[in-house]
């Protein structure tokens, strides 16, 4: 799934970086929206915060709820990077590891849980030369946006109509599908490959590493749910 550099075309691979960095950058403003709150600078004045960062207008300060996110984001993705270091067989020869991104969203929210699937990739490319830095941004609009911010709204519409261990894991398998489709795409895009033979090639692996995505992540789900304190669980 991770893309290496070399395969997409610099226009396309630089539209990708594009539409990722828009992504994420919506993303963070999200967060930054959930996890602080504004407060009066008399206030901040009281608690200490200092003239001087009062008198540079810093108004929104890191609430209770914003601490706990931030600390579940942060676990969330250690978790990730952890568990795709173990990859399992796949028919054929292949193999494939867990991508995450509904694992995720269902833990830390739709757009928490994406910027922790892109520190995840972030890091792969840089330090562990898994997937390229060119194709970094191909890599988090397919893993990222699609494999976890668009599979949220997926699980949001499915968990309402079935038990949520089901919405999880047919999400899960959907978003290694829907990755896998989008990835083929731009590889296809970019003429590296023809589309025909490409996207059966990629669905016809990813159509059961995404059964392996969804046992794992609707395990680690409840699993990490346990460990949560009671107050906390979603």
């Not at 070399?6 to 930054?32: E, M, N, R, W, Y």
């Not at 942060?74 to 509904?102: D, K, R, Y």
């Amino acid at each position: 799934m991770h893309i290496p550099d070399g395969f997409l075309d610099p226009k396309i691979s630089t539209g990708l970086a594009g539409l990722a960095g828009l992504a994420l950058a919506h993303c963070f403003s999200k967060v930054k929206q959930a996890a602080t709150a504004v407060a009066p600078q008399a206030a901040l004045a009281a608690a200490g915060k200092g003239a001087r960062q009062v008198g540079l207008g810093s108004r929104r300060v890191l609430t209770k709820f914003g601490e706990s996110l931030l600390m579940r984001t942060a676990a969330v993705a250690s978790l990730i990077f952890a568990a795709q270091m173990f990859n399992f067989p796949i028919a054929g020869g292949t193999s494939g590891h867990l991508i995450g991104g509904v694992l995720a969203v269902v833990l830390a929210g739709p757009f928490a849980g994406t910027l922790a699937v892109a520190s995840v990739l972030v890091v792969q490319s840089l330090f562990y030369a898994d997937g390229g830095l060119l194709a970094l941004g191909a890599n988090i609009v397919n893993m990222a946006v699609a494999g976890a911010l668009v599979s949220y709204f997926v699980y949001s519409g499915l968990k309402k109509v079935m038990p949520e261990w089901l919405s999880i894991m047919l999400t899960a398998w959907f978003s290694v599908v829907l990755a896998a489709a989008v990835c083929a795409a731009e590889i296809a895009l970019s003429g590296t490959i023809a589309f025909g033979t490409v996207l059966p090639a990629m669905l016809k692996v990813h159509v059961l590493i995404g059964l392996a995505e969804a046992l794992i992540t609707i395990a680690l789900i409840n699993l990490f749910r346990q460990m949560m304190p009671a107050g906390e669980k979603q």
